[in-house]
């Protein structure tokens, strides 16, 4: 089953627009960690965020926001003011456990697409 | 600082032919290491972790095998490629023990098998 859910394949959006990528997860553990990455055509993945099970509490990093509400088990990501560089593959990941070498399980991702 | 060094970046190869990744890691000792794989685009599959030298887990049942021949050193091999193996391979490695830490990945290998 899937345990973390990019609900959104593809957005677009015009720069200066603000733009919210939604992750959903599921976990029996009480003890987890969340993460967002971001790949470039370039293919690298690119660590933005760790969040744990016990912080709720959102973080704001320049551009980037993150939403963390175990509530309805979502981490979502917003980036205000969306440049064309921020055109990527966004990643949302859940570690829990010391299953799998505490490796991370990711969803399918959301392609962003900032246009000019 | 730690960096983490895959090679090599593309590859060709044709169906039934031999494939040796590496992967190697510098600046750290006793990672956790790991092979994802990267399908048409999209989606990360896990496809074998180590918590240590010649520790090998596998994730998903399939014609690759996976070594650990030193502590920073990690090797995805096939002896005979399928076309269903093409795709976007990438090594990671996270601090052990760590459940907090991010995996930070290495700059991925694009293979193609004909």
């Known amino acids: 089953a899937q345990k973390v859910t990019q609900a959104q394949t593809e957005i677009s959006v015009v720069e200066k627009e603000d733009v919210t990528l939604d992750c959903v997860y599921e976990t029996r553990d009480t003890t987890y960690y969340l993460f967002w990455y971001k790949q470039p055509p370039s293919g690298e993945l690119v660590f933005l965020i760790r969040?744990?099970?016990?912080?709720?509490q959102n973080e704001i990093s320049g551009r980037y926001s993150w939403n963390f509400q175990k509530s309805t088990s979502s981490f979502n990501f917003t980036i205000t003011a969306s440049q064309v560089v921020d055109s990527a593959v966004y990643f949302c990941?859940?570690?829990?456990?010391?299953?799998?070498?505490?490796?991370?399980?990711f969803g399918k991702g959301t392609s962003l697409l900032v246009t000019p | 600082s730690q960096t983490i060094h895959q090679w090599p970046a593309t590859l060709v190869q044709p169906v039934g032919s031999p494939l040796s990744l590496e992967c190697t890691v510098e600046?750290?000792?006793?990672?956790?290491l790991y092979w994802y794989r990267q399908a048409a685009g999209r989606g990360l599959q896990l496809l074998f972790y180590?918590?240590?030298?010649?520790?090998i887990s596998s994730e998903v049942p399939q014609n690759l095998s996976a070594s650990r021949p030193q502590d920073r050193q990690f090797i995805l091999s096939s002896k005979k490629l399928l076309l269903s193996d093409s795709g976007f391979y990438l090594c990671?490695?996270?601090?052990?023990?760590?459940?907090?830490?991010?995996?930070?990945f290495g700059q991925g290998t694009r293979l193609t098998v004909v």
């Open positions: 969040r744990n099970s016990f912080d709720e």
């Open positions: 600046g750290t000792s006793n990672p956790n």
């Open positions: 180590s918590v240590g030298i010649g520790q």
């Open positions: 990941a859940l570690s829990e456990g010391g299953n799998s070498g505490y490796a991370l399980n």
């Open positions: 990671a490695w996270s601090v052990r023990h760590g459940r907090n830490t991010e995996a930070f």
